[in-house]
Every structure is written in C-alpha cells, then in structure tokens.
C-alpha cells in the first residue's frame, strides 16, 4: 500500500507552465510503476503519464512533447511538469502507484486525492 498526496495545482494562463507533486509519506515506491491521470468535469478519467521504476516513460498523445514526469525516489516524489498547457488541459490531475501499471486507472492500486488545475484562455 502507498499513500500519496498531490500538490502543486492552480489556476494559470495559456501557454504557462505549472509542476505537479505526488508525495508517498516516507514510504518507498521505487518498485512501483507511478501514473498521472486527469479528469475534467463531467468526463471519464483520461490517462496523462507513467514512469517505471527504471525509469521509462509513457504520455498520452495529447500532453506528448509538452508535460514530462519524473521520480524522485530519495524523496519519494514524482513529478509532473506541465508546459505550454491549454484550456482542454483543465482537469482534476490525480497520480497513482501500480504492480503492472499501465494506460487503465484499473491497473493501478493506489490513488491520491486530487489537486486542480485549471488553464485560462
């Protein structure tokens, strides 16, 4: 079980730049692949990101080339930087922690609680 808690969220205007926390409380997470997802309003929760624990990386083609993420393991921390966000970027971000990891909130175990952000036009 990890527990993690997201920081980081606000409101910003098109084009800026913003960084996403995630937090696991003292607990090691270096054997868990780590995941961002986003959820807007009225819609089903959309997969952003993951990171393995060797690193590797995934993005969803919407934020690819824009938003990268990153552990910290030493800090038990990953991150997730965002630039050049959009309007449609406006969600509740929400990170999570899985075995097997995956595009599939369902492949993963532990969730965060959420942190806003909200992109002007």
């Known amino acids: 079980q990890v527990q993690l808690v997201e920081s980081g969220g606000g409101l910003v205007q098109a084009g800026d730049s913003l960084r996403l926390s995630c937090a696991a409380s003292?607990?090691?997470?270096?054997?868990?692949?780590m995941g961002w997802f986003r959820q807007a309003p009225g819609k089903e929760r959309e997969f952003v990101a993951f990171i393995t624990w060797n690193g590797s990386t995934y993005y969803a083609n919407s934020v690819k080339g824009r938003f990268t993420i990153s552990r910290d393991n030493a800090k038990n921390t990953v991150y997730l930087q965002m630039n050049s966000l959009k309007p449609e970027d406006t969600a509740v971000y929400s990170c999570?922690?899985?075995?097997?990891?995956?595009?599939?909130?369902?492949?993963?175990?532990?969730w965060g609680q959420g942190t806003q952000v909200t992109v002007s036009s």
């Open positions: 999570a922690a899985g075995v097997t990891g995956g595009v599939r909130p369902r492949q993963y175990d532990d």
């Open positions: 003292g607990r090691t997470f270096s054997n868990y692949v």
